[in-house]
Structures are given as C-alpha cells and as structure tokens.
C-alpha cells in the first residue's frame, strides 16, 4: 500500500513538473512534437531510475560513512551527467533518428534540475533504495505524462484559432498554466 501511494503521488499529486516546477526547460523545449516528447521521456526515466540508484548508494555507503556529505550535489551532478553522457551515446547508435530529434535537448538532461531535484528529495525523505527506485520511476512517469499531454495540447494548437499575438510560446504558458491548475484538482486524493 505504502509504495502506491509513493505512486499516485509522484504522478498525479506532487508531479515533478506541475506541481514542482521542475524541469521546465525540456518540458518546454521538447514538446513540439509527441514522437519527442516519448523520446525524452523515456531518456529521462532511464537516466532519474539510474541516477537515484547510484546515488542512493554513493550516499549511503561513500560519503556518509566517510563524513563527507556536504560533497553531495557535486558528486550527484557527475553521476547525472556521466549517465546522460552514456545515454547519448546508445541513443546515437541504436536510434539515430531520435537522437537527431532530441538534438540539443539531449545533453541539457545533464542540466535538467528534475533528476537532480529527484536524486535529492530521495535522501530527504530518508526512503529505503525500494522506495526510492519506485519514487524516481513514479516521478520519471508523472514526467513523462506531463510532457506528452502538453505535446499533445501544442499539437493541437497549430490548429486552434489563436489570436496573432498571442500565438506560439505565450499560448503555449497559458496552456501549461492551465494543465498545472488541472493537476492540482489531484490534491486531497491521497
């Protein structure tokens, strides 16, 4: 029941982008197109899952027994982007289209403050390596969610009768502003 819960709420009530504001800069950079949009949600759930895992363990066993804790946003940030940097590279090779869409977006995963904000709100928690493992792919869903959603709405919105000056990135925050004001209605579930 406990590890549903971590669920529900990293999706719907507690989403890392709606109702974080974490990892905007993807989040709007990379939601042109839903065929992207999947792209980099699936990078970005590998890279949170994998980074949560690797840092759960370099603090538990590296820097807390060495009393070194205040190294722990320097050694997250080589983690994430060492993962990133590996991430790129199979991308490169197994799906060289994708990798081509993604093309700048890709190495600002490095950058982007959800997986870190993710690999630290783990320790803060004090959740166990399961919990954590079940947190970061909850979160990297509820990611993935938001971004395909706001894919699909911009897609749409090519469409739409929009007023002239307020097409493209000004339509694109009000709508944005909107699906977090949808997710909030989540609050309360659990």
């Known amino acids: 029941m406990e590890y549903i819960i971590i669920v529900i709420s990293a999706i719907f009530i507690n989403n890392i982008v709606l109702a974080q ?19 980099m ?13 690797v840092t759960y363990l370099i603090q538990h066993y590296v820097l807390i027994p060495l009393g070194l804790p205040f190294l722990q946003t320097i ?27 993604l093309g700048v977006f890709l190495p600002l995963i490095t950058t982007n403050c959800a ?10 928690k004090d959740y166990n390596l399961m919990e954590s493992v079940v947190f970061s792919i909850a979160s990297a869903a509820g990611f993935g969610l938001a971004l395909v959603t706001f894919a699909g709405l911009r897609e749409h919105m090519e469409f739409a009768n929009i007023p002239k000056g307020m097409k493209g990135v000004p339509a694109a925050l009000v709508v944005a502003g909107l699906l977090s004001m949808a997710f909030m209605g989540f609050a309360g579930i659990v």
């Open 115 to 124: 997986i870190l904000g993710v690999a630290i709100l783990v320790i803060q």
């Open 21 to 39: 504001f974490l990892g905007i800069c993807p989040f709007l950079g990379v939601s042109g197109k839903v065929s992207t949009s999947m792209g």
């Open 75 to 101: 050694t997250f940030i080589l983690v994430i982007a060492a993962l990133v940097q590996m991430v790129e590279i199979i991308l490169k090779k197994v799906s060289p289209a994708l990798y081509q869409a």
């Open 41 to 53: 949600s699936g990078a970005v759930l590998f890279v949170m899952t994998v980074a949560t895992i």
